[in-house]
């Protein structure tokens, strides 16, 4: 069972997964893991997603088969990664996002790539988790800039393939 604080990676099916599956295959970092979102207290969850981020129960995961992060993180952490998650509900979803980091990731980083993956007013579903993260002091991508995650990303980062 997670705990508040970790975050989950999920495959997305249909259209919109398949060209984020592909997009993290074509930029290096294949996985078919297409969703990342945060769990938070009482059995919810925040994930980013076209329209905004929302909070959902955390029973949506049950059947999509889940993989959950297990990363040490003291309670204060977990206390403080749950309340920047829940302060990002709301925040505007960017398809661009996913084409910035790849251009990133293509070796073309100029500033105002850079600059645009990391700020917080639209995020794509593992930025929103990375931001948690960041926000509670836990750098979850030391050797990369803000923003330059994608769901795929944060599986390797737990082990998940």
């Avoid at 059995?43 to 029973?59: D, H, K, M, N, T």
């Avoid at 040490?72 to 996002?97: F, H």
């Avoid at 593992?126 to 050797?143: I, K, T, W």
């Amino acid at each position: 069972m997670p705990k508040p604080g970790d975050f989950g990676v999920v495959q997305i099916h249909g259209y919109g997964g398949k060209l984020i599956s592909i997009g993290q295959a074509l930029i290096g970092c294949p996985s078919r893991f297409s969703h990342a979102f945060l769990v938070l207290d009482n059995g919810e969850i925040v994930q980013g997603e076209p329209g905004g981020a929302r909070i959902y129960p955390l029973s949506v995961m049950e059947h999509r088969g889940a993989v959950y992060s297990s990363l040490p993180l003291t309670d204060a952490q977990r206390t403080a990664i749950v309340a920047a998650g829940r302060s990002m509900a709301g925040t505007p979803y960017s398809w661009v996002d996913y084409a910035a980091i790849g251009f990133q990731r293509l070796g073309m980083p100029f500033k105002a790539l850079r600059d645009y993956v990391a700020d917080s007013g639209h995020m794509i579903c593992s930025q929103l988790v990375d931001a948690a993260y960041q926000r509670a002091g836990v750098d979850l991508f030391p050797d990369r800039a803000p923003g330059n995650v994608t769901p795929g990303d944060l599986a390797r980062l737990i082990g998940a393939t």
